[in-house]
């Protein structure tokens, strides 16, 4: 029987990586998970995510290693004018740029978007920002945590009577990145058509009010600030977290009355469908403060575990609230190759999370380990730009092209 095809639909695409930390990293990633050709520029002190602790494997830092893999590595000295003129002439040879610099510092370098488009007409460049290329904060710093507290986001995450709280993921990182990406690749399938590339504009503080979605309706629309939702949902009340038995969690979601009524069979409940108070999804909202007590007084007589198996009978779905040990470990996790590990060609092994974009009847691309700093240097300047060896030599001994 044939094996099947490798799924690699961005293959002959040609990125040039010029971010750092996360949001572009993680870009870049996905973008060689699918296939593309990740050349990723740096200056030679090296992406600063490579140093970042508290865990390292051979060197580099595991937060570097998360996401980087299967990118080719050159470090480059753009300070230097001929380091600058290589970084144009890669950028000539790119059909896409990623970078996540602040506004204008890439352009005091001499190296911007209208002289770049020029001499690549067909050049896409994604920047990816804390607050874009225009308005009053253009030129202010941002991380992550800034953005989810600017944009709203942190005043709803926490418990109603505590203190808002960043969420444990870096959404506003994350986010950024992948709507990196779609503008990214929304401009390739433009150029498609007309031969002309794009410069794409991404603001991570957009980005996270872009996620408020249904939140920012209903303040919009009411008048009436949300405060922190905690363990629920702003409309459901049986959409929600609830502590079960010897410290273990889970959250159920019973959003309609076939639900509910499971729900109360489960718990040995059977009253509450008949309760005047809980009749209905909005009498339900009405008396939530009433309601949760109850349930979570019979969720505590079992563990987690215990009521997961016997909501899903009923046609209740659950989740157990896992920590990273049990969810990179479950056997859902691992079926999907969720969990990959990468060898160096040291033979240092990591294991990072895998790839979440499957094509039905295609095999997954083996990850590559994720490049030393510069390690691919002289092979790109050969392959990208025809250099010869002697040429080269002559850029790493005078430091403008650095080798790990």
């Known amino acids: 029987m044939a094996e099947p095809p490798v799924a690699r639909p961005l293959e002959g695409l040609r ?105 690549n007409p067909g050049l896409i460049w994604v920047s990816i920002s804390g607050f874009g290329q225009t308005g009053p ?4 710093p941002a991380y992550d945590m800034i953005v989810q507290a600017m944009s709203g986001g942190m005043s709803l995450t926490g418990e109603p009577d505590g203190r808002s709280v960043r969420a444990g993921l870096p959404i506003g990182d994350l986010c950024a990145g992948m709507y990196g990406l779609i503008g990214g690749l929304s401009a390739l399938e433009e150029r498609r058509r007309t031969g002309r590339g794009r410069f794409v504009d991404i603001s991570m503080l957009d980005c996270q009010v872009a996620m408020l ?33 010897n410290g273990t969690g889970l959250v159920i979601t019973a959003n309609t009355e076939r639900m509910w009524q499971g729900l109360c069979d489960v718990l040995g409940l059977p009253a509450l469908k008949a309760d005047p108070r809980f009749l209905t999804n909005d009498e339900r909202y009405v008396n939530r403060e009433a309601l949760w007590p109850l349930l979570e007084a019979a969720f505590r007589t079992r563990e987690a575990k215990e009521w997961a198996p016997l909501l899903l009978r009923a046609g209740v779905p659950v989740g157990e609230v896992n920590d990273l040990a049990d969810a990179l470990s479950d056997e859902q996790v691992l ?47 050969a392959e990208m730009l025809g250099m010869q060896a002697e040429e080269i030599a002559d850029y790493v001994n005078r430091g403008i092209l650095r080798e790990h």
């Open 213 to 245: 979605t249904y939140q920012a309706a209903y303040y919009l629309h009411s008048g009436e600030v949300p405060g922190r939702q905690g363990a629920g949902h702003a409309s459901i009340p049986t959409y929600r977290a609830f502590a079960a038995g």
């Open 137 to 140: 904060y253009r030129d202010r």
């Open 15 to 119: 990125v040039l990586d010029m971010t750092q930390f996360l949001a572009g990293p993680f870009a870049t990633q996905i973008l060689a998970d699918l296939g593309a050709e990740i050349v990723k520029l740096e200056a030679p002190v090296g992406d600063w995510s490579r140093t970042l602790p508290p865990h390292f494997v051979g060197g580099e830092s595991c937060y570097y290693l998360s996401i980087n893999r299967s990118k080719r590595a050159i470090a480059v000295d753009m300070k230097a004018p001929e380091g600058l003129e290589l970084a144009r002439k890669l950028a000539d040879s790119s059909d896409m740029l990623i970078e996540n610099f602040r506004p204008g510092v890439l352009g005091k370098l001499g190296f911007g978007w209208d002289d770049l488009s020029a001499r």
């Open 335 to 381: 079926h999907r190759n969720m969990v990959l590990e990468m060898r160096s060609a040291a033979g240092e092994t990591i294991r990072v999370v895998g790839n979440p974009i499957k094509f039905a009847g295609a095999a997954e691309p083996t990850p590559h380990y994720p490049p030393p700093l510069g390690a691919h240097g002289r092979e790109i300047l």
